[in-house]
């Protein structure tokens, strides 16, 4: 297939998405680290733990109501230490749910009014959501900066669709690539910045007002940089597509089902997502971790996921590069239900960060293998909303199985359903016509007009 645009225009878009979305990750991550002192916050001031404070009847009180009913049916008791972690769950998994509905619906925008529409309409949202979360010096209003950035955002699918409409079929693997290693800088570095800024008081009765107001800056300057740097990119509206022939017609003609992709996408994440959320609960039964040294952990897997992307991951086919992640996500799960040292934990982080660098970024560019061009934003936005409901419902499905059975128990359970998607992507997904790049010589014209 020829290319969609030319290789100028092509290389100042991958400019324009790869600023924008760095931008957009790096106020996205600041708030992870923070998601404990801030939930405990809201605890102290809305739902105390000290038995001698009045009752208190707010929307928190009753969340925590249900969390320690939900956190009394395991059989192994729970300290109330971990309150905070699993309202903390709780919301992440609320986000990603609100994400697997809103996903289809902010694809299915830009198919019909645009990527840059519904970029800039995305956007308007997040800058909302972020407006609330400076606002909230009470949990209610926390919340809701919650929900409407769940079902705001949309940067990660639009950004993915416009790569795709960019590209053609021999680079769209290592642009896919591109989007992937501004996820791994991002988690590098914005976790760090965001619990620095929150060291930094400003505002009394919204002691995280300092990380939120810079996440604000970065949302509204990522904005103004959008609406004066990003063109339109949907073929049929820019005319930069193919001609419509008597071919395009016909249904395209599909190498792997989207169904297939969808279900592979939701499985693995269902199983990597709960184990990701799990981590911080063993290092510190087995290592005694603090927050920072989970920092460290996560930074170190961020820094490894990075240099793969850059290095590695764009270099390889799509099918290939979802095949090298699975193998790695289960050589992790192995591992971590055995590993007894600091050494062996770094070991399976290694493998995770070469699952990070590999795994969404190759069904991605699968996918968009598989959609005509007027379908693409739609058909994104489906494959993401699988994957936001297994990463919705992970968290809890494993730590549930961890709390009840054991670290041993889950991470069997997890290595055998990671062997299940192994096997789905070693013998049922097979390579798109197209999706392997060409040899090209060093030096040559072609692979200098590569990012």
């Known amino acids: 297939m020829a290319p969609a ?106 198919d019909r009014h645009g990527r840059r529409t519904a970029l800039l309409a995305s956007m308007t949202g997040n800058i909302l959501s972020v407006l609330l979360w400076v606002a909230a010096v009470d949990f209610r209003t926390f919340l809701a900066s919650r929900v409407v950035g769940g079902l705001s955002e949309g940067n990660i699918q639009l950004a993915t669709a416009i790569a795709t409409d960019i590209s053609d079929d021999t680079s769209r693997g290592s642009t896919m690539a591109l989007i992937g290693a501004c996820f ?100 510190y039964d087995l290592f005694g971790y603090s927050s ?25 086919p799509p099918l290939l590069s979802v095949k090298t992640g699975v193998l790695a996500c289960l050589a992790a799960f192995a591992m971590l239900g055995r590993i007894t040292s600091v050494g062996g934990l770094y070991l399976a982080a290694t493998c995770l960060a070469a699952t990070s660098a590999t795994v969404v970024s190759g069904l991605n560019a699968l996918s968009s293998f598989e959609a005509s061009q007027d379908e693409r934003g739609r058909k994104l936005g489906v494959m993401r909303s699988w994957g936001q409901l297994g990463r919705g419902l992970g968290p809890v499905l494993f730590t549930s199985v961890y709390w009840w059975a054991g670290r041993g128990t889950a991470y069997t359970i997890g290595a055998t359903g990671i062997a299940v998607v192994s096997a789905l992507v070693l013998f049922a997904l097979k390579t798109p016509p197209g999706s392997v790049k060409a040899k090209v010589k060093p030096g040559s014209k072609t692979e200098k007009n590569e990012l």
Request: net charge neutral.
């Open 5 to 110: 645009v030319d290789a100028a225009t092509r290389k100042r878009v991958l400019r324009v998405i790869f600023v924008s979305l760095l931008l957009d990750l790096l106020s996205f991550t600041f708030i992870l680290p923070l998601f404990p002192k801030l939930l405990e916050f809201y605890r102290n001031a809305e739902a105390p733990l000290d038995a001698s404070a009045p009752a208190s009847k707010t929307l928190l009180s009753s969340v925590l109501g249900y969390l320690n009913a939900y956190k009394a049916a395991f059989a192994r008791p729970i300290e109330s230490r971990y309150d905070i972690v699993l309202l903390g769950g709780a919301l992440g998994s609320l986000f990603s749910l609100l994400q697997a509905f809103a996903s289809p619906i902010i694809g299915h925008l830009s």
């Open 184 to 283: 791994s800088i991002a988690f590098t570095f914005g976790p760090a910045l965001g619990a620095y800024l929150s060291s930094i008081p400003t505002v009394a009765a919204n002691p995280f007002a300092t990380a939120a107001s810079f996440s604000l800056f970065l949302i509204v300057t990522e904005t103004i940089y959008l609406w004066f740097s990003l063109p339109e990119t949907l073929p049929k509206l820019t005319g930069m597509g193919e001609k419509e022939t008597e071919s395009d017609l016909t249904p395209i003609q599909r190498t792997n089902s989207h169904f297939l992709l969808n279900f592979v996408h939701f499985t693995f994440l269902l199983f990597f997502s709960g184990m990701e959320f799990s981590l911080p609960f063993m290092t």
């Open 292 to 316: 920072a040294d989970n920092g460290r952990l996560l930074g170190y897997v961020g820094l490894v996921a990075s240099l793969l992307q850059g290095g590695v991951t764009r270099r390889l």
